[in-house]
Each structure stands twice: as C-alpha cells, then as structure tokens.
C-alpha cells in the first residue's frame, strides 16, 4: 500500500516544497523529455505484451462503456461549474473537458501502487487510457462552441490523436502486442525494471510545476479548491460503477477508478488552447494540477482502493 512514507510520494512532495520555496531545482528539459517518454513507452509496451495473450473480442464492451463514461463524466463536471460554481459557459466548458479526461502520470502512480501490492490488472488498462482522453476534449469543446463552423476540428484532432503523450502509449502498446514477451525481453531491464525510479524523477518535476501553479489558484477562489479535492472521489465512485459493468478484476477496477478520479494536464490543455482560446488555462491547470494530482497520489489511490473493496464485498457477499 502506498503511504506517507512511499519513496515515489517522497519525491513529488520534493519537488512540491522546492517549488514552494523557490529552491534552485528543475530538471534539464531535455532530461524531463527523457523521462516522460520512457514512462509512457514502458506502460504501453507492458500493456502490448499482456494484451498479445487476451482475446480481443471481449474488448469492445470495455471500449464502448470507457467511452460512454468519459462523456458522462464532462456533462457532469461542466453541470457542476455551470450551477454550482457560476463559471461562464468557456471557462466550465474547459475545466470540464480536463476532468473527464485523464492524467497519464496518476495511471502511472496507481500501476505502481497495484504492482508494489501485488494486485493484477486486465493488460487492455493502457488502451483505456487513450480511449478516455478522446471524448471529454471533444464534449467540452462541443459545450464551448457548439458546432462552429470556424472550429478547425482536424487541427483539433491531430492536437488529440497524434500529440505526443497518446501517440507514445499507442506506440507502445502496438510494439509490446506485435513482438511479444520473449522479444521484449532484452528491453525490459530499461522499460520495465528501472520503471519505479524513472517514475520517481517523473514525479520530482511534476511536483516542481505543480507548485508553479498554486499562486494562480489563488485568484480564483474557495469553489475551485473544494471542486478539485472534492471531485475526484466522487468521480472515483462513478468509475467503480463502470468498473463492475465493465466485469473488471479488483486491479482493473482500481484503476479505471482512478483514471474516473484524475484529470488531464497534457492532452486536454494544448488541444482546449487551440479550441477555445477564451478560456483561462490558469483555472484548468491550477485545479487538475496543483490540486487534484496531489491529492490523488498522496490519499487518493489508496482511498480508491478501499472503496473498491468494498465494492467487491458488497457483490459478492
């Protein structure tokens, strides 16, 4: 289980507090680069390898309920910020396209979390992830401009589809499902058994930005604060629900839960950037990242787990 003490929690509190206090630390961009890549080709080559062995019928159940899902989870966020938050129509409309689309870095956390405990998971998990950064951008720019005629949805799409953080999770999934375990196996003391420290330095910058984001937070009020620290639970619960329509294992549920519960800081900025340049980046970022991605992998996986439990206990008792 993870805890206070866990050593990838350690370092992003590191980078927290550094940022903080202004310490002279930030990682060369190109080690950051470096870092990020290999995090997202290891899931992904990890995910391709199982994903090799498992039939790929059953699937298609599991895409289409990710997919109904990630809708769900924008039209309710942007409800939120419209009724309870008073946000105008730009600004709910992008904070909601983040939440219901996912953090690549919390997935990265919880498989952590799942392998450290010993907790299997269905090897498609990586596939949901990229499944789950489609919908929400496209629904949260539908909620913003309707459907504009000046709304360059190619540009859009390859901003989605062919950025940097779904192409090299694609990629490493087709690479791990197309050559197999035994032809990975020269790769994996680089991809896979160096995958905890490679995500601990992963963690040290992120917490590194996410304490360059808090001073904008603070402009924008106590509502935002409690939409983040209060969301992602909430959103977690409704994962879980998808999670045993899915017909999930207690891992896979896990995570589908905590991607439910994350919020996105790569895909869902650069493409909402381009498509709706109204809107304040400051109150998307401040909230998914300074906020909502601490919580989740300081309390959250581990709190996701219980309910998940729970859950289980429930059906089956």
């Known amino acids: 289980m993870v805890s206070a003490i866990d050593p990838i929690v350690l370092f992003f509190a590191l980078g927290l507090l550094a940022g903080v206090f202004k310490a002279d630390l930030r990682l060369p961009p190109a080690i950051y680069e470096f870092v990020s890549t290999l995090l997202l080709l290891s899931i992904g080559m990890k995910g391709g390898v199982e994903l090799a062995r498992q039939p790929a019928a059953g699937l298609i159940g599991q895409?289409?309920?990710?997919?109904?899902?990630?809708?769900?989870?924008?039209?309710?966020?942007?409800?939120?910020?419209?009724?309870?938050?008073?946000?105008?129509?730009?600004?709910?409309?992008?904070?909601?396209?983040?939440?219901?689309?996912?953090?690549?870095?919390?997935?990265?956390?919880?498989?952590?979390?799942?392998?450290?405990?010993?907790?299997?998971?269905e090897p498609a998990m990586p596939l949901l992830v990229v499944v789950l950064e489609v919908p929400a951008i496209v629904v949260g720019i539908l909620l913003a401009r309707g459907l504009s005629a000046g709304t360059s949805w190619g540009e859009i799409g390859r901003e989605v589809l062919l950025g940097r953080s779904v192409m090299l999770l694609l990629g490493g999934l087709a690479i791990g499902a197309l050559a197999?375990?035994?032809?990975?196996?020269?790769?994996?003391?680089?991809?896979?058994?160096?995958?905890?420290?490679?995500?601990?330095?992963?963690?040290?910058?992120?917490?590194?930005?996410?304490?360059?984001?808090?001073?904008?937070?603070?402009?924008?009020?106590?509502?935002?604060?409690?939409?983040?620290?209060?969301i992602p639970p909430f959103f977690a619960a409704i994962g879980l629900l998808f999670a045993a329509a899915m017909g999930l294992s207690l891992g896979g549920a896990i995570l589908l839960a905590t991607l439910a519960a994350s919020a996105s800081y790569i895909a869902a900025p650069a493409a909402i950037r381009s498509a709706v340049p109204e809107a304040n980046p400051a109150l998307s970022?401040?909230?998914?990242?300074?906020?909502?991605?601490?919580?989740?992998?300081?309390?959250?996986?581990?709190?996701?787990?219980?309910?998940?439990?729970?859950?289980?206990?429930w059906l089956t008792g």
């Open 63 to 121: 895409i289409g309920l990710t997919l109904v899902m990630g809708v769900f989870l924008t039209l309710l966020a942007f409800a939120l910020l419209r009724g309870v938050g008073r946000l105008d129509r730009a600004n709910a409309a992008a904070v909601a396209a983040h939440y219901g689309s996912v953090s690549i870095g919390t997935f990265a956390v919880a498989v952590a979390f799942l392998t450290q405990a010993a907790i299997e998971f």
């Open 180 to 230: 197999g375990d035994a032809s990975i196996e020269p790769l994996k003391p680089l991809f896979f058994d160096l995958f905890k420290g490679v995500l601990a330095l992963f963690l040290l910058e992120m917490g590194l930005i996410a304490a360059d984001h808090l001073e904008g937070f603070r402009r924008h009020g106590f509502f935002m604060a409690a939409f983040a620290l209060l």
């Open 285 to 313: 970022l401040t909230a998914s990242l300074a906020l909502t991605f601490p919580f989740n992998i300081l309390l959250g996986i581990p709190l996701y787990q219980r309910m998940a439990e729970a859950l289980q206990h």
